[in-house]
């Protein structure tokens, strides 16, 4: 199993296909993007079926989410789901994308046997959607969550981060839109991981004050926290339920002593958290002939070595160099 120092038991694998994307939030990266990985630094769809292949196969893995930068853009991602899907044990396969050519896509994932999607939608306001994006596609978002519900992969998880005078005024709107859709909304803290280095504390919209908002416009219960296990978000049911909201407090109500996560960078860079300052390279030892038994030795020895948190709240912490883009959510 990866199991690390203090008794964390890896078991959701978060795989990176790629660190590009066709949107440019102001939480993520500049207007103008970012030097993207060449092509010949990514991992080959062989190469990433066979990491995944060992880490359900001999290291306990029992969930797979596909990232990005926006994984639509691989061209081999329903592929990528087919043979995920194959393995056995087979593992519940999940996608976060922004939802860009979703409405495409819907039908052949699930085809391909993909369980379900969480979509990153903001604001339900077109202009804010352009402002915050610098793309005007909100209308093809909303279609590819229609085209997600329709093909079945449900429950659609829409994620929503909320930034301080742009759109932290439709927290009440977004959730009532997202009940009458039958969606499951989660609101997460932004987090400091642009590429442009200006998150600031007090520039977050809180975890709290989210919930002040919710709290004042509907009824929120919380919902069994026996039930949350290592789920990053505080569930609550709406109004008695049964439709609940999520908030995933990744700064102010951290999750680090349940988390069971590892990640996979799309230039194949293990990696034990968001924040993390070190990685474990994979891709070089695969490229170099080792075998599945040595890649899995050295997947459990970078597991080994995760820390007990992220230490955001520490004065010595540093932002990650890499942005959220190149790591995968």
Same mark, same amino acid.
């Given at each position: 199993?990866?199991?690390?120092?203090? @008794?964390?038991?890896? *078991?959701?694998? &978060?795989? !990176?296909? *790629? =660190?590009? #994307?066709?949107?440019? #939030?102001?939480? #993520?990266?500049?207007?103008?993007?970012?030097?993207?990985?060449?092509?010949?630094?990514?991992?080959?769809?062989?190469?990433?079926?066979?990491?995944?292949?060992?880490g359900v196969e001999r290291l306990g893995i029992t969930e797979v989410r596909y990232t990005g930068g926006e994984p639509l853009i691989r061209r081999e991602l329903v592929d990528i789901v087919a043979r995920t899907t194959a393995l056995s044990p087979r593992p519940q396969v999940s996608l976060t994308t922004n939802g860009i050519g979703l409405a495409r896509l819907a039908g052949p994932l699930a085809a391909a046997g993909l369980d379900r999607v969480n979509v !990153?939608?903001? *604001?339900?306001d077109p202009g804010t959607f352009k &402002?915050?994006?610098?793309r005007d596609r909100y209308a093809d978002v909303i279609a590819g969550l229609a085209a997600a519900s329709d093909a079945g992969l449900r429950p659609v998880k829409v994620n929503s981060v909320l930034m301080r005078?742009?759109?932290?005024?439709?927290?009440?709107?977004?959730? &009532?839109w997202c009940l009458e859709q039958g969606y499951e909304l989660r609101f997460i803290e932004q987090m400091p991981l642009d590429a442009q280095h200006g998150w600031t &504390?007090?520039?977050?919209?809180?975890? =709290?004050?989210?919930?002040?908002?919710l709290s004042a416009a509907f009824d929120l219960t919380a919902d069994d926290r026996e039930e949350r296990g290592s789920a990053p978000a505080e569930r609550f049911l709406v109004d008695g339920g049964p439709a609940r909201v999520g908030v995933i407090g990744s700064v102010t109500r951290p999750f680090c002593g349940s988390c069971d996560r590892v990640r996979l960078t799309a230039d194949?860079?293990?990696?034990? #958290?968001?924040?993390?300052?070190?990685? !474990?390279?994979?891709? *070089?030892?695969?490229?170099? @002939?080792? !075998? =599945?038994?040595e890649l899995a030795a050295r997947w459990i020895a970078a597991v080994a070595r995760k820390r007990a948190g992220h230490g955001i709240d520490d004065p010595s912490f540093l932002q990650p160099s890499r942005p959220m883009s190149a790591i995968g959510g």
């Open positions: 199993m990866l199991r690390d120092s203090f @008794g964390r038991v890896a *078991t959701d694998l &978060r795989v !990176s296909l *790629t =660190d590009k #994307c066709n949107l440019r #939030c102001t939480y #993520c990266m500049p207007p103008e993007g970012l030097d993207w990985l060449p092509n010949a630094q990514l991992l080959t769809a062989d190469e990433i079926v066979r990491l995944v292949t060992i !990153s939608l903001d *604001t339900l &402002r915050l994006a610098h005078g742009l759109n932290d005024h439709e927290a009440v709107p977004l959730l &009532r &504390r007090e520039g977050m919209v809180t975890a =709290d004050e989210i919930l002040e908002r194949g860079q293990v990696r034990n #958290c968001l924040f993390a300052t070190e990685e !474990s390279d994979l891709k *070089t030892a695969m490229r170099d @002939g080792a !075998s =599945d038994e």
